[in-house]
């Protein structure tokens, strides 16, 4: 399996540390407001990742975390006159709610920051004594001018940056890049540390809570593509500070999603919460997945909108195959290796296997639909028909795509029968009245 590693800026073949084993880490939200579709987009691509990685046998330990402390969860807590804490429970909830909405799996190992200080206060102070940290006034900070490797990520280089425009001049650090690891603070919760009362900084809570969990390099750190710098590029030097190795071994790193071209804006009014789109969720997911996860995807309503028909034809010529075999009480559960499914599924793999191609796989599905839409219009292709609606599962399995479909009940069979009849017989009075009653078992649609 190769990936594309922004580490190396390469494809690269997947070798994990352990035999079998993925060790991944995303960086998770920060739970002061709903999600917008743009942040749902790491949310599902590395669903995939893992559920990809787990289809070859691999067993996955993904970890995402929740900052649940920081100083919009702070300014929210006062606006709404609450606590830091029960803002970040309310976003958290919300969170998992549309995780669940767009088809991802709510079950892995979320840390919350606030649950690992003790983890987080014990890395800054090695940071300190190995010189790579120093204090000012109940403030700690990082000293990037010792780690001589410093933009190896993103491939920028301190002296070339343009320190003014950037970030704000602290006249107080060492380094205009110096980056805080610890804050002072005197409004909102606060922290008891050996520097004082305060809360870390968000650069360091990611990379204490791997050493943590994992207790040593990871194979895949992911997140989007705007927290390379300084994020992961901050990530990676507190590693280097206290370790000979590197954090991970693969960074994956997401594009951004655009709205009409332009970038996401709330005050501009492209804007759009995960909570808040009007259409079959699976339809968005496939949206999400039609386009490479490391280019940028480009938002319009129309374009959702066809991805949304197309989520329906998929489902359609599954849901037909498996009431064809279900109506024929097809009882024959050997699964035949047709040459064409060998193929559609060869290509899928292979697909995926090129740094997650997701559109190509997509395309792949598409050609599964054509290929069952032709057995069903066909006489005696039951065969054909069970193996392709297997291929489905598999295909619905690794991508996270769910059509919710029930098996007929006995009785639901003999209406489907007796509307077949009325069809043939041109009763299109009764005939219609029966399809009204398979609709509502949601049959026929
Ligand atoms: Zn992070």
Redesign the pocket.
Known sequence: MKLFNTLTNQLETFKPIYKNTVNM?V??PTVYNFIQIGNARPVIFFDVVRRYFEYQGYTVNFVS?F?DVDDKIITKALEDETTEIEIANKFIAAFYQDVERVGSSTKYLAPRVTEYMSSIISYIEQLIEKGYAYTIDGDVYFRVGKIAEYGILSGRKLDELNIGSRIEVNQKKENPFDFTLWKKTEVGVNYPSPWGEGRPG??T???AMIQDIFDGPIDIHG?GAD?MFP??EN?IAQNRALHPHYIANYWMHNGHLNIDNKKMSKSEGRYILVKDLDVDYMGFRLFTLSTHYRAPINYTDEVLESYVQEWDKIKRAYTQAFYKLDLAEYLDETIHDYEELKLIKQRFIAAMDQDFNTPNAITELQNLVKYTNQKIRQKDALSPLLSAVHLFDTFFEILGLTANIKRMSKETRSIYMEWADARKNKDFEKADRLRERLTERGVLS
Do not use: A, P
């Open positions: 880490y960086c998770g975390n900052t968000w650069h809570e990611c990379v997140g927290l994020h992961h990530e």
